[in-house]
């Protein structure tokens, strides 16, 4: 279990790398993770949506090492699992954990508290522009797809521990 729990930390450190840094190198990738008034903000701010070679290469470089940390961190658990004896239940609640961890991560720290209360949004927004912001906050990016979310996650927990025990 606390393995288990390891590997969701280790997650949770792979996805704020991810953001914090894709945020700040690559500010254009924020369009993509935010809600249509956060982008409604940064359009009527003037903030371009064009990405540039630079930022495309960073923003590569980014997903790469990142989405390989994962599939590490994946392979890693499951391998280990396996080597431990453990049954489908106890694998598939290893890889639930992970997954899970990571998205209440996700939606608690980075969608609502980063966004909705912190100057953080606005800071950045003043820094792009030199201006004050008309918003130094926004709203949560709730979509309303959590819990189908988690329960994506677990049926993809359940398949990993059946291939890894199937193969291992």
């Not at 609640?93 to 606005?122: E, Q």
């Not at 912001?133 to 994506?152: C, F, N, S, T, Y």
């Amino acid at each position: 279990m606390l393995l288990s729990v390891l590997f969701g930390l280790i997650g949770i450190a792979l996805l704020t790398a991810f953001c914090l840094i894709g945020a700040f190198l690559v500010p254009q990738n924020a369009y993509w993770f935010m809600t249509p008034k956060a982008i409604k903000i940064l359009e009527e701010s003037g903030i371009s949506r064009k990405f540039q070679l630079k930022d495309k290469i960073i923003l590569g470089i980014l997903i790469a090492i990142t989405g390989g940390g994962f599939i590490a961190t994946i392979l890693f658990a499951g391998k280990q699992g396996v080597a431990c004896g453990m049954s489908l239940a106890e694998l598939s609640l290893r890889f639930a954990i992970f997954f899970w961890m990571v998205s209440i991560f996700d939606a608690i720290v980075l969608d609502w508290w980063m966004f909705t209360k912190t100057d953080m949004f606005g800071r950045w927004l003043k820094k792009k522009t030199g201006k004050a912001p008309m918003a130094w906050r926004v709203d949560p990016q709730w979509d309303g797809k959590e819990i189908h979310k988690l329960i994506i996650e677990a049926v993809v927990s359940m398949a990993l521990a059946w291939i890894f025990l199937k193969v291992g």
